[in-house]
């Protein structure tokens, strides 16, 4: 059998045209993934508003059914071991500390009890890891407290909150460090913002603790705050106060938020008219006095001819028009 003439693959044959493809050749050679041309299943749909044959849906619909249908892994998590929460060493960067200082014996014990909590501890395990995260010079006394033989944990933290007073922070702050915090700014003037900002700051730290304590009402803490003004500044307050609310009834208080708010909008106003307004140099009379025209004897000079001679040269320069 002759073997068949390809001849160059590049030229495409005019008898192999294919008219159900546009603008596209085919060749006479048998290639060895199959006959040219292909069947009619395997080429596009020149006419998409026409419904496919049931040739196409077959050929789709088994294809279809061939795709593989893949499954997400699935771990087996009852076999995997849950790992083993362990409470820090000493010198762990997450092990809690504690100073000596009592502001920080609070603080020192709430990670105690996290730490104790997520690791399954007894209240004698808390105890043992309490002292043993204890400075040195610390831990013996801490050792000497009844509770800590008798492993009663609540108890054992009591006693160390009375060996450190103040730890407890209940009386941090007091009505006395108010006032004297409101009297110290009253004689202060209040010129910007900054500043009303880090008086709020300080007032609101006591006066808040207070009220957590039952010992100040809102009532108070208005009064209060606005008697830390300067005068000058809290006439202006109180008299914005009553122009924005008129309505007002004397004897409710103002609000804190309502009082900060008014301090603010004045000193943005002062600020902004002292950025508009430049401050005037006040311009200075220098006044020039030579002593070389004097003619003065050598002997005899007197208080009352010096004064006489003075009042004389002043009357001069004053009676002179200016250049």
């Not at 061939?66 to 083993?84: C, I, R």
């Not at 609070?106 to 043992?128: G, H, P, Y």
Request: charged content about 25%; aromatic content about 12%; some cysteine.
């Amino acid at each position: 059998m002759d073997s068949p003439s390809f001849g160059n693959p590049d030229t495409p044959d005019p008898q192999s045209y294919d008219p159900r493809i546009t603008d596209n050749w085919t060749f006479s050679r048998n290639f060895p993934f199959g006959p040219l041309p292909y069947p009619e299943s395997h080429y596009l749909n020149p006419n998409p508003t026409q419904e496919p044959s049931e040739s196409e849906v077959t050929t789709s619909e088994s294809e279809d059914t061939q795709t593989p249908v893949l499954n997400p892994a699935k771990w087996n998590d009852t076999n995997m071991a849950t790992p083993v929460k362990t409470m820090p060493s000493r010198h762990d960067r997450a092990a809690p500390k504690f100073d000596g200082k009592p502001k920080s014996l609070e603080a020192f014990l709430d990670d105690i009890n996290q730490l104790s909590t997520a690791c399954s501890l007894t209240n004698a395990e808390k105890i043992k890891w309490t002292v043993h995260y204890a400075p040195a010079d610390e831990s013996e006394l801490w050792k000497m407290q009844p509770n800590y033989i008798a492993e009663k944990w609540e108890e054992f933290q009591k006693e160390l909150y009375a060996l450190y007073p103040g730890s407890t922070r209940d009386r941090i702050y007091s009505v006395v460090n108010l006032k004297a915090l409101t009297e110290k700014q009253a004689t202060l003037p209040m010129v910007s913002s900054e500043q009303f900002g880090e008086y709020y700051h300080t007032f609101c730290k006591v006066a808040f603790f207070l009220k957590k304590k039952d010992q100040l009402s809102d009532r108070e803490i208005s009064a209060q705050f606005i008697l830390g003004f300067i005068y000058p500044f809290r006439v202006k307050v109180r008299a914005q106060l009553k122009a924005q609310k008129p309505t007002h009834h004397t004897d409710d208080p103002y609000t804190l938020k309502e009082i900060s708010d008014i301090a603010l909008f004045l000193l943005s106003c002062n600020q902004n008219f002292a950025v508009l307004t430049e401050p005037e140099v006040p311009t200075v009379k220098r006044e020039i006095f030579d002593a070389s025209n004097f003619s003065f004897k050598n002997s005899n000079i007197s208080m009352e001819t010096l004064a006489q001679e003075l009042l004389k040269h002043m009357n001069l320069l004053s009676a002179s028009p200016p250049a």
